[in-house]
């Protein structure tokens, strides 16, 4: 089961509800063997290659790869064919017109030559111009992902509303004026179907392999749901779309003595301060929700319109919270000061040695950059208790990029190379920058 986060605006005066999604592939269920036909709408995502069409110099190619059982993380392409700026011709993808392209793969394990025993995940897709300076991927920039389904097994996929191929599925935002939004569902085989809306049947059949239908939002606020199941024989398949319905946003004064940031009432309680002006609506979640987009956690905006603020309590003392930040549904970050962060893209890089313990990142509950925060946090404790500066007359200072001057890039090869730097005539070192942002 995947879920979907989004917020539903009812005051904007438009409805996208267009049935076209930023990606679409058939079969909608491929197989490691499939033939299987990609087509990309520049309409949509990060609309990198919209209005790009024209001739030979417009020509648009892909990049692909695929994502197996061995792969370390969303980023691990495996058997890439092609040279990412270069211009085969084999990766050329048809042009549609309308900015539209489609590129055809020939039995996906074949094509890739991924060898027998490894099983396939998920075809990954950038669509770019010859140079890969112009590229269509996701509305984050990410890259996009085709599912691929054992053979023999049941699935139900909800297509409507519209998902961008994020690693985990995302759905695109929706503007609802009419208040509602057309809904629709795909299954592998011919199976007795189901959609529900907050557990509100909107359409049924006994046998089909995809299935329609219509959610009306009316005057509903907060957590909402729609739901795909089916059935086939002993087999059952779900997918869910689950989203967030703003409700009016609380304005009130920025209560006095907090700042922009982690501000640390109790060791049970923080409040979180988010500068953001000229948004709409922010609501935080994390740990502390299940990753849920939650009423409870809507931040309220100051009267000005620049920050917005919510206080959580009950926390566990000593306890390292994750969390992010979602500015008008669609814009996911995290506090810019925060100490720490997990990257699903580079921690794997960081070995043990350099960061022992390191706090996992909350794979398949969100993407992105994640910040933490913790109350009663451990206090260093210093050995040295009787260092004596240096007399600021007589510093000679040595300005020091960490990753730079060493190898392994961290504090515990520096303090063995501290004699050498001294020896060098040196008795300040200025850090430079070592913080992400």
């Known amino acids: ?52 069409e024209g001739g030979n110099s417009a020509n648009v190619y892909v990049h692909v790869g695929v994502i197996t059982n061995l792969s370390t993380s969303s980023t691990d392409w495996r058997y890439v064919p092609f040279v990412y700026g270069s211009a085969n011709p084999a990766a050329r993808a048809t042009q549609l ?68 191929p994020r690693f985990i599925p995302w759905l695109e935002p929706i503007n609802i004026a009419a208040g ?7 299954s592998s085989a011919a199976s007795a179907m189901e959609i529900k809306y907050n557990n509100t049947v909107l359409s049924t059949n006994a046998s089909a392999t995809a299935l329609t239908g219509t959610a009306t939002f009316g005057t509903n606020t907060c957590d909402q749901s729609i739901v795909a199941n089916g059935i086939l024989a002993s087999n059952t398949g779900t997918d869910t779309a689950k989203f967030f319905i703003t409700p009016s946003v609380t304005t009130a004064p920025l209560p006095a003595g907090l700042q922009d940031g982690i501000n640390y009432n109790s060791n ?55 969390f992010q930040y979602i500015v008008d549904g669609n814009i996911k970050t995290t506090d810019p000061y925060t100490e720490l962060i997990l990257d699903p893209n580079n921690d794997q890089f960081i070995p043990a040695s350099t960061f022992p313990n390191m ?30 500066r240096p007399n600021k007359k007589s510093l000679v200072m040595y300005e020091m990029h960490l990753r730079d001057f060493l190898g392994a890039s961290n504090w515990q090869t520096l303090t063995d190379t501290l004699n050498y730097i001294k020896g060098l005539g040196v008795n300040a070192i200025e850090v430079m920058p070592f913080n992400e942002f």
């Open 1 to 52: 089961m995947k879920k979907y986060i989004i917020f539903l605006v009812l005051f904007f005066s438009t409805v996208i509800t267009n049935a076209q999604r930023l990606l679409t592939w058939s079969p909608e269920f491929p197989l490691e063997n499939s033939n299987l036909i990609v087509t990309v709408d520049c309409n949509k995502g990060n609309q990198g290659l919209l209005n790009f």
């Open 97 to 164: 017109g309308s900015n539209k392209y489609q590129y055809t793969i020939n039995n996906v394990r074949s094509f890739f030559g991924v060898p027998a025993g490894e099983t396939i995940l998920k075809v990954n897709f950038i669509f770019r111009n010859a140079t890969g300076t112009l590229k269509q991927v996701n509305s984050d920039i990410s890259d996009m992902y085709i599912p691929v389904y054992a053979a023999g097994q049941y699935a139900v996929r909800l297509n409507l509303p519209p998902s961008e």
């Open 180 to 186: 509602s939004v057309a809904v629709a569902a795909v």
């Open 268 to 322: 049970t309680s923080v409040t979180l301060v988010l500068f953001a002006p000229n948004k709409t609506n922010a609501v935080v979640i994390g740990d502390f929700s299940n990753w849920q987009t939650l009423c409870a956690n809507q931040m309220t905006r100051t009267p000005d319109g620049n920050r917005y603020f919510i206080t959580l309590n009950g926390l566990t003392a000593g306890q390292l919270y994750k």
């Open 359 to 388: 706090p996992a990142y909350p794979t398949g509950l969100t993407t992105g950059i994640v910040g933490t925060f913790q109350t009663a946090a451990p206090q260093y404790t210093w050995t040295t208790t009787s260092f004596t």
